[in-house]
């Protein structure tokens, strides 16, 4: 299925590849940077890309991209969930998934690819599998293997590779029992100058760490299951019996995993946290303009708007701006004519602003085109579509284990449209 895998970074340069099948030239890439260089933005690259004797099928994460070469059609979200896997894996053993990351680790590397793939067709995903087949990278274990010439590879077969739930290794035994579930929710909006939500949507996830002794047999039951009408579930699920009793029942996998994720799409269902006014104005003849924005908090329920971040690419004939924050810091980079405003937490009795003059380039027009803010925030102990957890029960097992649930929620790609005005004012006022 898979013949090779190319990582790319952020410079266009490859700095990995992987065969399985025949060695594929690296010159079947230079599709994928054709296509790279028509996008917009780097997320924008065709996920699929068609060529005369392969498929390139393409995610980017933590700007890497993995490039899968394909010679036959086979489903594209197969693949591309397949990347999503490695890339999730490498986080899992690395701590993190960067280029440099991936360079120190060259040889584990390596070998989780020759074990995660068999003759081109996936064989090992589970973490826990990995983990015993691959053990993790220490600094006393690459000390050792250095000396000693070995490698991380395991000396036994896993055991959860031979079990009905080939997620979860046998004999787990722990001194404290946990079980903690975060709710984590994106939003992503666009809204217009007059603060109606013109599209609105929210993709959900339930990550999960456990570390319980045994074998626990774990259900999670909501306060709204109805909620939850487009999902997408850990293998680990019951799939019938959530179709029947909107009931999650389910052996969990040791450690951290994703339980489900979720999309709620309704823009009735969707409550906008957060409201912005803006204004920006230029008199008649002249190169002067003033700018002015206020933001604040709105249907969260009670909680905080944190980690607030409002950035607005302005237009090319901007020269300059002298603004005044209420609160936090603001930058303005000549250059790339980008604003960022850093505000940090919201205080609902002190609403924060950002006002002052910007001034245009010497014979430049007046702006015709709208500036876009894009605006991040977190929300802790809140789930903004209203995802509630009713109760977590455990069987199987005889011991209590301890229990919890977080909730949170941040924007994703949350845009206010139409921010400029074209009216005149006095600037002696």
Not at 171 to 184: L, M, P, Q, S, W
Not at 194 to 214: F, R
Not at 291 to 296: D, P, R
Request: proline share 6%; aromatic share 10%; glycine share 6%.
């Amino acid at each position: 299925m898979i013949h090779s895998l190319f990582l790319v970074n952020s410079s266009g340069d490859i700095f990995l590849e992987k065969h399985w099948k025949s060695v594929v030239s690296r010159s079947v890439c230079d599709y994928f940077f054709e296509a790279q260089e028509r996008a917009s933005e780097p997320e924008n690259v065709p996920p699929v890309i068609p060529t005369p004797h392969h498929y390139l099928i393409s995610v980017l994460r933590h700007r890497i991209y993995f490039v899968a070469v394909i010679q036959s059609e086979v489903p594209p979200l197969f693949v591309i969930e397949f990347l999503h896997r490695v890339v999730d894996t490498f986080q899992d053993y690395f701590g993190v998934c960067t280029e440099a990351a991936i360079k120190d680790n060259v040889v584990v590397v390596y070998e989780l690819l020759e074990e995660m793939l068999d003759n081109g067709f996936p064989l090992a995903t589970e973490s826990n599998i990995l983990k015993e087949l691959i053990k993790p990278p220490t600094i006393l274990r690459t000390v050792v293997n250095t000396i000693t010439g070995s490698t991380n590879v395991g000396e036994q077969l896993p055991t959860g590779q031979l079990s009905v739930v080939p997620w979860r290794r046998t004999g787990v035994k722990y001194t404290n029992n946990e079980a903690y579930f975060d709710v984590v929710e994106e939003i992503d909006a666009i809204i217009d100058k007059s603060g109606s939500t013109i599209t609105a949507e929210i993709q959900g996830v339930i990550d999960a760490c456990v570390k319980l002794t045994g074998m626990p047999d774990l259900t999670l039951s909501f306060m709204n299951p109805r909620l939850l009408d487009d999902v997408s579930f850990h293998p680990c699920v019951r799939f019938k019996r959530w179709e029947a009793e909107r009931i999650l029942s389910f052996i969990p996998p040791d450690g951290n995993f994703r339980l489900l994720s979720y999309h709620v799409s309704c823009q009735n269902l969707v409550a906008i946290p957060v409201y912005v006014k803006h204004n920006i104005t230029f008199r008649e003849g002249s190169s002067q303009g003033r700018f002015e924005l206020t933001l604040g908090p709105k249907q969260t329920m009670g909680k905080g708007l944190e980690a607030v971040l409002i950035s607005s690419q302005l237009p090319r004939g901007v020269l300059n701006t002298n603004l005044n924050p209420s609160q936090g810091t603001y930058n303005f980079d000549p250059v790339t004519k980008l604003l960022s405003w850093d505000v940090g937490k919201i205080n609902p009795q002190k609403l924060p602003s950002l006002k002052g003059s910007m001034s245009l380039q010497a014979g430049a027009s007046k702006p015709d085109e709208n500036p876009t803010i894009n605006i991040q925030f977190k929300i802790q102990q809140s789930a903004l579509s209203g995802l509630k957890v009713n109760r977590l029960d455990m069987y199987g097992e005889k011991y209590k284990p301890f229990k919890g649930i977080k909730y949170m929620t941040k924007a994703g790609k949350f845009q206010t449209k139409g921010l400029l005005r074209g009216r005149a004012w006095d600037l002696k006022n």
